[in-house]
């Protein structure tokens, strides 16, 4: 689904992301990635990312049944371990970057 988001564009430099481990390359990440509690949000799932210029890009998934199925699979990781949800999402956009990136 982030895949699906490229080729896009900085709208403040322009500069032009053509694909996800680009961006990823290219990007530093803004704050948690925000879960909407709602099932039926449209923005459902929110990571934000700082691009080279200083600008917020944002990337979303906006699939409600993908939404529904991310947030209780969260759900039950968060009871299951005891962990807050942020903190977990924190550790998933971790994982995604490094995974893209090869770093350590
Ligand atoms: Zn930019």
Do not use: W
Not at 11 to 36: H, V, Y
């Amino acid at each position: 689904m982030c895949e699906a988001q490229f080729p896009r564009k900085c709208n403040n430099c322009k500069k032009e992301f053509s694909d996800f481990r680009q961006f990823i390359g290219g990007t530093r990440p803004l704050g948690a990635p925000q879960c909407s509690p709602k099932i039926d949000d449209p923005f459902g799932l929110i990571s934000y990312v700082n691009c080279e210029c200083g600008s917020t890009v944002l990337l979303q998934c906006a699939d409600p049944g993908m939404h529904a199925r991310f947030k209780q699979a969260l759900e039950a990781e968060a009871k299951r371990t005891g962990r807050d949800s942020k903190e977990l999402l924190l550790e998933i956009r971790a994982e995604v970057r490094r995974r893209l990136t090869g770093e350590k």
